[in-house]
């Protein structure tokens, strides 16, 4: 993609795989180019990992994390699963929300807690609403762990941050998804690795191997699944894409 941008007539020209089209730089077409591009240039910078959620590291894009919280106050689940620990900030994130709303508890599935980030975890304020789990989320016996601790009628919200292989992902939706309830989500994180790429601290063959590709699989294989991106409790403008590192994430139990 080839991307001019004139300040002096406010325009902007984006030419992409033969296709070459210009907008006024102050237009909704210019705000999603743009943002395409940040979020390319903002990964490779690390953007993410600049973030902390109640004194713990929260590697997410702000918006993700607004988003999610939209998510969790109107669904308020009983129980919020995530897997892939890291240093917490999600979990504290999401334990903060439950403390807030007077409802709600959270697990931690990763295949390695580290003992410093296991001693921050424990020693929050806000750990009595965490349950930490080590070893592979894909572990039949960890899944079977996970799933005794939730009980019936519960409502449940799935989180989806380990892994992010094609591979792994969908072994993940195969063993979460019949814990998901009806009108909640599963979501599959960081299928951004799709368009990002080609930017310079990509992986391999992340073009084709990511969650969204994991995601959209899923979906076509299980009718009671579907991609739907939640709706803006709050919108005063024209836009209507998220800025996101989340996309094709947000699998939502409609039957």
């Not at 999401?94 to 975890?121: F, P, T, W």
């Not at 690795?193 to 299980?222: I, S, T």
Request: net charge negative; glycine share 4%; proline share 5%.
């Amino acid at each position: 993609m080839k991307m001019e941008i004139n300040t002096i007539d406010a325009t902007i020209r984006v030419a992409n795989e033969g296709e070459h089209r210009e907008y006024s730089l102050y237009s909704k077409e210019a705000f999603e180019a743009l943002s395409h591009l940040w979020l390319k240039v903002g990964w490779n910078e690390k953007y993410p990992y600049t973030f902390s959620w109640m004194g713990r590291p929260l590697i997410q894009l702000p918006e993700d994390v607004m988003r999610i919280q939209e998510v969790i106050y109107r669904l308020k689940p009983d129980v919020i699963i995530e897997t892939g620990v890291a240093h917490g900030g999600s979990l504290i994130l999401y334990a903060s929300l439950c403390k807030a709303m007077e409802k709600g508890r959270v697990i931690g599935v990763d295949i390695e807690i580290r003992k410093h980030n296991r001693q921050a975890i424990e020693a929050h304020e806000l750990n009595s609403f965490i349950t930490l789990i080590e070893g592979s989320s894909t572990d039949a016996a960890i899944v079977a762990k996970v799933a005794s601790l939730v009980k019936p009628a519960e409502t449940v919200l799935v989180i989806l941050d380990s892994n992010h292989s094609k591979q792994h992902v969908a072994a993940e939706l195969a063993a979460y998804s019949p814990l998901v309830t009806i009108g909640s989500y599963i979501v599959a994180t960081d299928g951004s690795m799709e368009f990002l790429h080609d930017v310079p601290r990509a992986g391999e063959n992340w073009q084709q191997d990511n969650p969204a590709a994991a995601a959209r699989e899923f979906a076509a294989e299980h009718p009671s699944f579907a991609i739907e991106q939640p709706a803006w409790p709050f919108n005063e403008s024209t836009l209507n894409q998220n800025i996101t590192h989340w996309p094709s994430a947000w699998l939502k139990r409609c039957s």
